[in-house]
């Protein structure tokens, strides 16, 4: 009697998914220098507006003031008070941080991120809205139209 001899052959084969025009599209715009540094600032962006953020709810928790109430005092739906602490990717408009500042008793303020060499450190630019209740109409210091 004769026997049979199998052979087992080990193949991989690598599938490799074709790229869509669009994922051609972006990998050239990632070689444009411009481009490329576009991607550079959105990170710093992204950190500053995480800070304020992060400096509004430290705040509301220092004052022992819930998210319902900071809505309350500064005009906003809760549902937009509780979006902007809770979402990762927050986009906040002036309007809103202005809102919520100032029922935080607090002043937005803009401070130099460097100083040129050779040049004093600039000072501080402090943003404040002067808000009358009378000629106003609502937080945001929207002035309403008198005839």
Do not use: C
Not at 34 to 55: K, T
Request: aromatic fraction near 4%.
């Amino acid at each position: 009697m004769g026997y049979l001899a199998k052979r087992v052959i080990n193949v991989t084969i690598w599938l490799v998914k074709p790229r869509t025009a669009a994922e051609d599209y972006l990998a050239r715009r990632r070689e444009d220098p411009v481009h490329a540094a576009s991607h550079d600032v959105a990170p710093r962006r992204i950190v500053m507006f995480d800070e304020v953020v992060e400096s509004l709810d430290s705040r509301r928790e220092e004052l022992g003031m819930t998210k319902a109430e900071l809505a309350r005092r500064s005009d906003l739906p809760p549902a937009a008070i509780r979006r902007l602490f809770s979402q990762r990717h927050k986009n906040p408009t002036l309007t809103t941080l202005a809102a919520i500042a100032e029922a935080l008793d607090l002043r937005l303020s803009l401070i130099p991120s460097s100083t040129t060499p050779g040049k004093a450190e600039a000072p501080t630019h402090t943003v404040a809205a002067r808000l009358d209740s009378t000629e106003t109409s609502s937080p945001s210091g929207t002035r309403r139209r008198t005839a």
